[in-house]
C-alpha cells in the first residue's frame, strides 16, 4: 500500500517568512495530493490540492508543487501570518479500488511575530 | 449552512462499553469515511460508504462497526472489542467516493473519545 512520508515535525518562522513542508510517497499509482490545515480541536480543512497531470497550482500564499519523476510534493506558504499558525498535513490518493487518502504524520507550524 | 457535524464532541466510555458516534452530512455527498487521530500521527482509515447500504473496511476496522442506511448519516459504533479506543475520530465526506473521481473530502470537527 501506499506510504507518505512528511518534513519537518515542527517549524518555526518568523512572521512574514515563507513556510515549506515536503512530503514524499511511495505509490506511483498515486495521482492526488491534497493539503489539509487543522487547528486546536478542529477537524482538518482542505487547503490546496493537485493531481498528478501538474506540477504546480497557487492559491494566493498558497502553492504546492509536485515532482512525480521524484514522487515528492511540497506546500509552501509565503508572507506568513500568525494566523497560519496549525497542524498541516499532506496525503495521497491511489485510486485503484477506491478513493483512499493515506496522510503524512503531520508538520506543527508556529509562526513567530 | 452545509457542513458535516459530528456529535458529541466529547465522549466518555467506561470499560466493555460499546458506544455510537454521530455524523451527519448536508452537502449531499455520496461517500463517507470514518479516520481515527492519534497524537503525533496522520489519520488513519476506519471504514468508507461510497454509497447508500454499502461500506468497506478500511486500515483499522477491527473492534467498530458502521451503518449506512441514510445518504446523510454515517454512524460509527466503538465496540468494547476495540481495546484501545481512546483517540480523536474524525467523519469526513465527499461528493463522489468513486475510483478515479479525485474529490476532495471534507471533514467535521470531530468527536474526542476517552475510557473513564
Known amino acids: 500500500g501506499e506510504n507518505v512520508e512528511q518534513h519537518p515535525s515542527t517549524l518555526s518562522v518568523q512572521e512574514g517568512d515563507s513556510a515549506v513542508i515536503k512530503c514524499t510517497y511511495s505509490?506511483?499509482?498515486?495521482?492526488?495530493f491534497p493539503w489539509y490545515k487543522q487547528e486546536l480541536g478542529k477537524g482538518p480543512q482542505l487547503i490546496i490540492d493537485?493531481?498528478?497531470?501538474?506540477g504546480e497550482k497557487k492559491d494566493q500564499r498558497i502553492a504546492v508543487t509536485l515532482n512525480k519523476t521524484a514522487k515528492h510534493f511540497s506546500l509552501h506558504i509565503t508572507e506568513t501570518q500568525p494566523e497560519d499558525s496549525a497542524v498541516y498535513f499532506c496525503?495521497?490518493?491511489?485510486?485503484?479500488?477506491?478513493?483512499?487518502?493515506?496522510f503524512g504524520t503531520g508538520t506543527r507550524l508556529t509562526i513567530i511575530p | 449552512d452545509g457542513g458535516i457535524t459530528q456529535s458529541p464532541k466529547y465522549l466518555f466510555r467506561k470499560e466493555g462499553q460499546n458506544v455510537t458516534l454521530s455524523c451527519e452530512q448536508n452537502?449531499?455527498?455520496?461517500?463517507m469515511y470514518w479516520y481515527r487521530q492519534d497524537p503525533g500521527q496522520g489519520l488513519r482509515l476506519i471504514y468508507y460508504?461510497?454509497?447508500?447500504?454499502?461500506?468497506q473496511k478500511g486500515d483499522i476496522a477491527e473492534g467498530y462497526s458502521v451503518s449506512r442506511e441514510k445518504k446523510e448519516s454515517f454512524p460509527l459504533t466503538v465496540t468494547s472489542a476495540q481495546k484501545n479506543p481512546t483517540a480523536f475520530y474524525l467523519c469526513?465526506?465527499?461528493?463522489?467516493?468513486?475510483?478515479?473521481?479525485?474529490?476532495?473530502?471534507?471533514f467535521g470537527d470531530g468527536t474526542r473519545l476517552s475510557i473513564l
Open positions: 496525503a495521497a490518493s491511489e485510486d485503484r479500488v477506491n478513493e483512499k487518502l493515506t
Open positions: 505509490d506511483s499509482a498515486s495521482n492526488y
Open positions: 493537485i493531481r498528478s497531470n501538474v
Open positions: 460508504s461510497q454509497i447508500v447500504n454499502d461500506f
Open positions: 469526513a465526506s465527499s461528493i463522489d467516493g468513486r475510483v478515479g473521481s479525485n474529490q476532495p473530502q471534507h
Open positions: 452537502l449531499n455527498h455520496d461517500a
